[in-house]
């Protein structure tokens, strides 16, 4: 089994900037890719970001332009820098780990962007 463990969520004003952390623990054989997706009040999960192993990022369109991601695989942690956040960035952000045969979740960390 692997848990992960979010953190870095809060209030925050329009304009203002959030970073996310995820630290991964447990059962980990190899360095999976990782990655965020969130999920706002009455909508489906979406993809924001996720980095492979090497460092390598794709984001979703929620993500792309002003968020970051980055991993530090020593510490099986995973980043996401937000900037420029808006209002429709509020969500639910939630961590995962690429494992066999799917995702493992975290169990997410709140973000409230306020106008």
């Known amino acids: 089994q692997v848990q992960l463990v979010e953190s870095g969520g809060g209030l925050v004003q329009a304009g203002g900037s959030l970073r996310l952390s995820c630290a991964a623990s447990?059962?980990?054989?190899?360095?999976?890719?990782m990655g965020w997706y969130r999920q706002a009040p009455g909508k489906q999960r979406e993809l924001v970001a996720r980095?492979?192993?090497?460092?390598?990022?794709n984001y979703g369109d929620s993500g792309k332009g002003r968020f970051t991601i980055s991993r530090d695989n020593a510490k099986n942690t995973v980043y996401l820098q937000m900037n420029s956040l808006k209002p429709e960035d509020t969500a639910v952000y939630y961590c995962?780990?690429?494992?066999?045969?799917?995702?493992?979740w975290g169990q997410g960390t709140q973000v409230t962007v306020s106008s």
């Open positions: 995962t780990w690429a494992g066999s045969p799917g995702l493992y």
């Open positions: 980095i492979s192993s090497g460092g390598i990022a």
């Open positions: 447990g059962s980990i054989f190899s360095i999976n890719t």
